[in-house]
Structures are given as C-alpha cells and as structure tokens.
C-alpha cells in the first residue's frame, strides 16, 4: 500500500508542534495500539527533516546506547567522542547539541525503558527541567502498551507527569478512509465487500496493507489470507495483547474472549468463570481502552443494567474465531476454521454491521448522544437510537443484512416507552438500516 491515507490531522498537529521548536523545546507523546501506523506517520511528518529515530527493543541498555550513537553520528553528522553507555549520557548529550541545533527525536516504544532501567523516566525529567528553556529539541515519545504510556505521562507519581507539551492518540481509519482505500483498489467493490473489508481490519492500517498487498478484498479471499500458512493474524490477538496484560492474560484473553461470544453482562461472564471480574472489567475499559460498557441510552449513569462491547473490530473477530479455535490453529486445520467462519458468517457481520452504522451516523449527524436501548430483561432491544438534545430530535433505526427483515412498525412499538418517557416532544425518524444502505 503505497499511497498514504487520511491522517491530516495528526500531520498538522506535529508540524505545529516542530514550529514551536523552533523557539523553545517540545515534548509529544503519541499512544495508539500496536499496527495502527504511528511510526509511519511520524515518517512521512518529517521525512526530509532533521530526525533521529530511536526503537527501543528488549535488550542491554549499554547495546541500546551504541544503536542510538550509531544514528546521531548518520543522521546528524557528528562526531561524538567518548562511551555512552546509559540512556541518561546520551539524552543528556542530545538536549545539549539542541541548544545550538534544531532536530526531532522519536523514541519509539518508549514505556520498554521500564524493563530496561526504570529509573530513565526520572533522569530524562532531570535532563529535561534543566535545559528545555534553552534546547530547541522537538522530542516525540511514542508507545503502543496504551496502560504503561498513560501511566508514565497521566500518573501525577511519575517523573514525566506534567512534562508534555502535546499529546496523540493515534486511531484507525474512519469509514470514509476505509471506502476511500478499498475504492482505490476494487473499484466495482460491492457492499458485501466493504462489509467484509470493515469487519476484518477495523480500520487498523497494517491490516489494512496486508490485505491490499494480498489484493483480498472479498469475503472469500480475505478468509483464505486469514487462515493460510505463515498468516501474520493468526497469532496477532497475543502479539498486541500479551505485553499489555503480562502475567494475567489468561484471565483478560477468557473474559474478552466471551464478551466476541456475545456474553456481554459481566453475570453471564461470571457464570462461565466461575470467578469475580469487577477489577479485570475495570482495567480492560479504563486502563486498557479494549472494551466500552454500555447502559440504555439515556438511562442513569449508576444504572444496573449494563453490557459490555469490545471496541476493536479485529479482537473481536481473533477472540470469536482463532482464540477460541485454538487448537485447530495450532494444527492448521484451515479448512474447517474456514468453514466456522463461513457458517456464523451471516449472523457476525450482522453486529458488526450495527456498528458500521452506528460510526456512519455518529460522523454523518450533529448529534448529542448515540447508544443502543433495551429494557430489563434484554426486552424491546432497538440497535441504535440517536439523539440532538438542542433540536429535540432523534434517530431510532434497526439494522439487519436485509431489508425485506425489518419491520418499521415493529420498531415504533418497541420504542413507545423510550419515545413516550424520555423523547416526549421530540420529532422521531425511523430508519431501517441493511447492507444496501452502506
């Protein structure tokens, strides 16, 4: 994939922050999930600049050092004298050219300090009070473990907390980029395609490369990319996640696992597991960002009746049809996971499709508010409900594959007690929402 889409947004924020640079030093800190396409869109931000591009990998600080002196002296020219054989000598060094010379330095997984050294973190804040108002260093720090980058920069205990002048999170492609891209590719694509295209990258740039660099854009040849030999996504659930949850992961894998189950009521969870997952629920939604809980629209906030809904379109598909089939991934038996997918292929992308529109009309609508409704009991459950408090109006649609599936009078009946409680006097829209509407 060589074209390089969307992204304007995030280019204009770190080239304002580089002009600012210019003056005095910056600090950005950019988080997104692993494949999102962070390193490729600080590349092309500062491609033809002045950049030094630290990664840090799992290994000897000393070994690390010796990279990272090896790039000043290729991409900034200079001579350097002497062993650098901490992290602190050599940011120390760099902040001190940056008195007398402009450049960008990334440093990317940058919360891998905290295997390596923790006490980095406290000497960079050193380093970093004491010269900043004289450097000119535009410093760009970037992570992909989301709990460890919000602790080191959000945690008021932590050296760094307060240090940073600007921050990023990186997201996956909306869905106007998404049919941009496709459309660029297959450009008879059809909706079923675009369904297909959604529901198995979610947006995520490096998904969305390997598919276009494997031409896969149609329900069959994006199966037959998935589930092959050598696959990248076969092992991609633990590649992003192991690192994030460490020691816990069989707890957080089962329990995001049922939640792609459709066991969303942390009871149904706890039924299964046989277990207490309050805290593991909490950390999942507030420390890990994974999964979002969901109540009725407009219902009050300390209200019982909750759901959960994993957030990310790939996990949900990896926990629902590799990690749960684990054992015929390991014996690559690819035929019949092939044909799991294609068996509950209808009713999956039937959610997946709910989403689709729920994030078309969230970027389409000037809205206030948008959720799902169910009554006690998952009664009258309606798939979207939209609402402009300040226009007193609301959307209330039902999303299925199929037109012909959806009734409208169906849905004014089980929306009466939403439209006659909490809508009083607002002009209502109905809409039946299937994949010809995409």
């Not at 209200?303 to 749960?324: A, E, H, Q, S």
């Amino acid at each position: 994939m060589q074209k390089f889409y969307n992204r304007e947004k995030e280019i204009a924020l770190l080239s304002n922050t580089e002009q600012k640079s210019l003056e005095t030093a910056q600090m950005t800190f950019v988080v997104g999930r692993r494949r999102i396409g962070k390193t490729a869109l600080l590349t092309q931000t500062f491609r033809g600049k002045q950049t030094l591009y630290f990664f840090v990998q799992k290994k000897n600080e000393a070994l690390l050092c010796e990279e990272f002196i090896t790039e000043i002296r290729e991409k900034l020219g200079t001579n350097i004298f002497g062993e650098f054989r901490s992290f602190k000598d050599v940011f120390g060094y760099l902040m001190e050219l940056s008195q007398s010379k402009h450049f960008t330095l990334i440093i990317d997984e940058f919360q891998e300090f905290r295997n390596i050294n923790p006490s980095i973190y406290s000497e960079m804040q050193n380093i970093w009070d004491t010269n900043k108002n004289s450097s000119k260093l535009n410093l760009i720090l970037c992570g992909s473990v989301y709990s460890l980058m919000k602790k080191i920069f959000e945690n008021s205990n932590e050296p760094l907390f307060g240090r940073a002048t600007a921050r990023m999170q990186v997201k996956s492609f909306d869905i106007k980029t998404i049919k941009e891209i496709i459309s660029d590719y297959r450009p008879d694509f059809s909706n079923e395609d675009l369904l297909a295209f959604y529901l198995f990258t979610g947006g995520v740039a490096k998904y969305v490369e390997l598919l276009a660099d494997a031409k896969a854009f149609t329900l069959e040849s994006i199966i037959n990319e998935v589930f092959s030999d050598n696959s990248l996504f076969l092992d991609e659930g633990k590649n992003v996640l192991i690192d994030e949850f460490g020691k816990d992961y069989g707890n957080y894998f089962s329990i995001l696992s049922l939640i792609a189950l459709s066991k969303t009521s942390r009871p149904e969870i706890e039924s299964v597991l046989n277990m207490n997952i309050g805290g593991f629920l909490d950390k999942l939604e507030s420390e890990y960002g994974l999964i979002t809980k969901i109540r009725p629209i407009l219902s009050k906030p300390a209200g019982k009746n909750v759901k959960y809904r994993l957030n990310d379109n790939f996990l949900n598909f990896w926990f629902r049809f590799i990690y749960k089939y684990s054992g015929a991934v390991e014996t690559e038996s690819f035929d019949y996971l092939k044909g799991i997918v294609n068996r509950d292929y209808t009713t999956y992308s039937g959610q997946i499709l709910e989403r689709y529109f729920r994030e078309k009309i969230m970027k389409e609508e000037n809205l206030s508010a948008i959720g799902s409704y169910w009554e006690s009991g998952n009664k009258n459950e309606i798939d979207i409900v939209a609402i402009n408090e300040y226009e007193k109006r609301a959307i209330i649609a039902e999303v299925k594959r199929q037109k012909n599936k959806i009734s409208l009078d169906n849905l004014r009946e089980k929306a009466r007690s939403l439209v006659n409680k909490e809508l009083v006097g607002y002009k209502i829209e109905y809409r039946a929402l299937s994949i010809e509407d995409m």
